[in-house]
C-alpha cells in the first residue's frame, strides 16, 4: 500500500508541476503585448506570477508536512479567520473593487483574495464533521448547511458569482461522498435551478451573460465580444496551432489574455494538440488524486481528498468549458495555469493538503 500511494503522490505532483510550467510560460506569451501597453513592460505579469509560485511553493512545503492540518481544531480556526476575512473585504478602505467585485484585499504591490481561502477551509472543516457522524445517524444536518451557506452569503455581497458556484458544488460533491441520501440531491436539483434562475434575474449583467452565450452574435460589441474573440483565437489553430509567441488575439482583441481566457492562447499557439495535453493533464491530476483518496485509512482523509480535487478539476472543468463556448461566461480562472496571485497559491495548498492527508498514519 505505502508504494501504491507513494506512486499515485508522484503523478499527481507531476501532473501539478507540468501544469504549473504550463501556466508560467503562457503567463507570459499572453501578457507580453497587455503588458507593454497599460505599463509599459512586456513581463510585468511574469515577474509578478513568478512571485506568487514562490510563495505557492512554500505553502505546499508547510502545509504537506505541518502536523497540525490533521487536528479539527486548526480547521475551526481557518474557518473562521476566512469569515472574518470575507467581512473585512466588504468594508471601504479595506476591500478593493476589481472588475465590479469588491474580492481583494490589498497588499502593497500584491493582493489577496479570501474567497479562494475559504473554499479550501470551509470543505476541509465540514469534511472533519461529516467523519465524526455515526453510521446509525441521519446524515443531513441544519449545521452542515450553515457552516456552508454563511461564506456563501459574503461571498455573494461581494459579489463573485464563480466563486460561491465552485464552493457550492465542490460541498455538495462532499456530501455526497459522506452519504447523504439521492432524494435529498432530487430536491438539490430543482432548488438549485430556481434559485439559478432568480440569481441571473436578480443582476442584469448575468442576464446578459446568459443571452450572450445563447447567442454572442446579438451584441458582438457588448457582453458577446469576449466568447467571439475566444472563439476565433480557438477556432483557426488547427491542430499544431501558429506556435509559440504567435498569438492574433492576445493584441487587445481578448481582453487580459493571461487571465480567465488564458486557455484560448495556448489553444491558438498550440493547436488541437497542446489544449489536449492541458485537458490530458487535468485528467491525470484527478485521477491519481481519487486513487489517493480511495486508498485513505481515515474518513476525514477520504472526504477532504476527494473534495479538493474534484473542486480544482470542477474548475478547470467550467473555465475550459467557458472559453471554448460550451458555457457562459463566470470568470473563473484555470487552476495552476491563469494569472493570478492567491488561485495559484491556493491550488498549491490544495494539493499540499492533499499530500498531507494522504500520508499512512
Not at 507531476?14 to 497599460?38: D, E, Q
Not at 481561502?117 to 446524515?139: D, G, M, R, W
Not at 491525470?284 to 481519487?290: A, N, P
Request: glycine share 10%; hydrophobic share 55%; proline share 4%.
Amino acid at each position: 500500500m505505502p508504494c501504491l500511494i507513494q506512486r499515485e503522490r508522484l503523478w499527481l505532483i507531476i501532473a501539478t508541476s507540468f501544469l504549473t510550467v504550463i501556466g508560467i510560460v503562457f503567463v507570459y506569451s499572453a501578457g507580453t503585448y497587455w503588458g507593454k501597453v497599460h505599463y509599459g513592460q512586456t513581463a510585468p505579469f511574469l515577474v509578478k506570477q513568478l512571485i506568487y509560485l514562490a510563495v505557492a511553493l512554500f505553502a505546499f512545503f508547510i502545509c504537506s508536512r505541518y502536523k497540525g492540518l490533521q487536528l479539527e481544531k486548526t480547521w475551526t480556526f481557518f474557518y473562521w479567520m476566512s469569515i472574518l476575512l470575507l467581512v473585512a473585504v466588504l468594508i471601504p478602505g479595506i476591500g478593493v473593487v476589481r472588475n465590479g467585485s469588491q474580492s481583494w484585499i490589498a497588499l502593497g504591490p500584491l493582493s489577496l483574495q479570501p474567497s479562494e481561502l475559504t473554499k479550501i477551509a470551509t470543505i476541509v472543516k465540514l469534511s472533519f464533521i461529516l467523519a465524526k457522524q455515526k453510521a446509525t445517524e441521519s446524515k443531513i444536518h441544519l449545521r452542515h448547511f450553515v457552516y456552508l451557506f454563511l461564506p456563501i452569503a459574503l461571498i455573494m455581497l461581494q459579489p463573485d458569482f464563480g466563486s460561491a458556484f465552485i464552493l457550492i458544488v465542490s460541498v455538495f460533491l462532499l456530501f455526497f461522498i459522506a452519504g447523504y441520501p439521492i432524494r435529498f440531491y432530487a430536491f438539490l436539483i430543482v432548488a438549485g435551478v430556481l434559485g439559478l434562475v432568480g440569481l441571473v434575474l436578480s443582476a442584469p449583467y448575468r442576464l446578459k451573460r446568459i443571452e450572450a452565450f445563447l447567442d454572442p452574435w446579438s451584441d458582438p460589441l457588448g457582453s458577446g465580444f469576449q466568447a467571439i474573440q475566444s472563439l476565433l483565437a480557438i477556432g483557426p489553430a488547427g491542430l499544431y496551432g501558429f506556435g509559440f509567441g504567435n498569438s492574433r488575439q492576445k493584441y487587445l482583441y481578448l481582453p487580459e489574455p493571461q487571465n480567465d481566457f488564458i486557455f484560448s492562447i495556448i489553444a491558438e499557439e498550440m493547436g488541437f494538440i497542446g489544449a489536449a495535453t492541458i485537458i490530458c493533464t487535468f485528467g491525470l491530476l484527478i485521477y491519481s488524486g481519487f486513487k489517493l483518496a480511495y486508498k485513505s485509512s481515515l474518513k476525514v482523509s477520504l472526504y477532504s481528498i476527494a473534495t479538493l480535487i474534484g473542486m480544482i478539476g470542477f474548475q478547470a472543468f467550467l473555465n475550459i468549458g467557458v472559453v471554448s463556448g460550451l458555457l457562459p461566461v463566470t470568470g473563473v480562472t484555470l487552476p495552476f495555469i491563469s494569472y493570478g496571485g492567491t488561485s495559484l497559491v491556493v491550488t498549491w495548498i490544495a494539493i499540499g493538503i492533499v499530500w498531507n492527508f494522504s500520508k499512512e498514519r
